[in-house]
């Protein structure tokens, strides 16, 4: 069967399934991590035996968790998916997990998804298809656990005994043919291949084992007793042939003989008649063990986990049927009933339970060897089932939980559309008719001041429902987030434009970056709605005459860009500091009554710097003694570019020349003005510099002080380790004092440091 057609029959996978598997691929590689340590926090730390296995294991079990969710929704279901699965499992079992555990562990995955549509639309959206992916992997995975394991209960305690058993006999067949030689050859040497205490014999030592062990001899059917006396009398009888062999006596040595050949085949006999009959057993219970297994996850799969069949008589009766269909060499009868069945009357009894209703499984036997083992393999059969019935019991309740959050989610939808219509249209209404109002001529003054403040009233309530509603869609995942690369400079513009008056008003000393030579991968317009969140209240709760200082740093440890706004405000309680950026959450302070808000702007703040742009925010403050707050952008490297400008003059030996820089428009400068002397590469991030140097030789680098990955320290860093020498001019729109303190030490390949707008001086350098 191949895997196309396997796909189809567990789970009918159809053509436009496997599109839209293409689209959960763009967002499940996120989230892989996330659900590992949700998994193990809120979910295994409070179950022991998993717990257990978590925290023997727990860095490898973490990682390889998080990898196979990723790679189940990422890899080629069609080439590579059973594959994955079967890894998986074998690094499971490796770790010492059994299917039940995996289970239990892809159930808990599942309700976390679920958990997830709430606050991502993503998941909600193409959830029922993760789920049937899941469902899918979860299928292979255990099926091939459970068929895994079955095979390795070859080194359980009575495939052990048969090893041993095995290797008795050869031992005794080994020593047997010593003898037979000895008669023949009359070799004394090959005495001392012969042991003649049965006390150091290992036919003695197993029959010991196998004495006291009942269990054992209770299957195996072993007359451990007749063993003994004859391995006794074996030994007996071998020391009476070595004594005949130094004594010469052939007579002698050949009626020993012939005691001791009957003696060796009688030993065989009582070991060999329960091998030969439980090694077939064995295997059959194995086989047929996996069959029954492989046709009842085929008939789940048929049935589409019907939850409401699982309720039936009828669903029982054909897992009997499916039962007898494979076992039925060693079964006797099967009877299903929905009343208690006397455990007397059958092998096996087995209660199942659903909903309340209980269905009872009496299985009886054939008479057949090794019945004990036979009886334990359907217990495990039959507890399989239980399982799965309650892994289908489960899911159905998620799918339906998943269902009602939808149905929630899309009502709320809807809600909040109306709202935005419903309010906002007589807002708009009465904002524009009181202006109409106040520009006309006949109005009195004195009703002129009111209209006015209809007009600040009316604004300053659209402006709460337009924050609300933002707010609400982040919430439902209807955002429209739109990342590209940013120049830093021109964003800064536009959000000081906006605050600056602000600040003048109340004779606030603003500070922030004059020029900054950096292009980031964000949305524009959202990161310039959080600035002007955090800046605008920096001013509202800072007293005349204070200070607000907005400043951008790289952090090279976590890769990262940290913006911060520090004010001299009043500050912000301990108390409060907690609860800062949770909704419609305000601090009491004395401007309290003075400055009104919806206490969203943090709230959201926080949503579009940590679930949109994956990055961080929070705050240092002491009251009385101003605030801080922080937030990060995490660099992207998948956006990395290079090109190549071959020198325009066609000089045969033209210099080679790099420039790292990541502003298109700077570049161009560059270029158009270099490129007749020099053949130039052109690289726009850290990573890609590093590479370029230790794959090329140049004559001369441009480097930039902030790139889209990093900063030029990077960049000199690496030059330093590789012991790299190039003469390197550092390029940045920030104060010299600035790079001078960031660069240190780091002065080895550095010929001079330029500010970006002495254009001209710096093609001058680089020309000479």
Known sequence: MTTSETIEIYYNFTIEELKKRSEIEKFITSLGNMISETLFEKYVSHIDSLNELFKKNSFSIKAELSDYIIEIFTCDIKIEFIEVNQNFANKLIRYGFSPNEYIAIMNFVKEIIV?????????????????????????????????????KQEESKIIKTFDKLYLSLNYHKKSFFTIKKLLNSRDLNLIQDIELNPQNCIVGEIIKELQNDNDIIERLKIDSLKADKLHTLWHKKAKEFIDAVQKNDKKRMENIFDDIEKISLEIDDIFNKPLNSLSTTSFLAVSSGIKFLHNVLEFLQKIRFDIKLTQKENFYREIKDLLIKSMNWSIENIEVSTTSLDEKSFSIVKMYRVDNKEIYFGVNLKNIPNKLYIMETIKFLLDAIEVHIKMIEREKALILMAEKADR????????????SHELRTPLNAIIGFSQILVSNPNIPDNLKAYIEKISIAGNNLLSLVNTILDFAK????KFNFMPEFVNVEELLREVITIIEPLCKNKSIQFKYPKHISLSLYLDKQLISQVLINLLSNAVKFTPDNGKITLNIKYDKKSQEYLFSVCDTGIGIKTEDQKRIFEPFVQSENVFQKSVKGTGLGLALSKKIIEELHEGKIWLESEEGNGSCFYFTIPIKISQNKKEFIKNSSNLENPLKLLIVEDSDEYKNILVDKLKKRYDITVA?????????????KYDFVILDFFLVDGIGTEVLDFMEEEKIEVPTVIISAEEDRFIIDSIENKIRNIEAIFNKNDIETILSFIGE
């Open 115 to 151: 958990d997830l549509t709430f606050v991502n639309e993503n998941i909600k959206k193409y959830l029922v298809l993760i789920l049937k992916n899941i469902n899918f992997a979860e299928h292979l995975a255990c099926q091939y656990m459970v068929s895994t394991i079955s095979k």
């Open 408 to 419: 929630a989610n899309k009502a709320k939808d809807m809600f909040l559309a109306n709202m």
């Open 474 to 477: 982040i919430e439902a995942g």
């Open 684 to 696: 726009n991030s850290v990573n890609l510099a590093k590479n370029l140097l230790l794959a090329n």
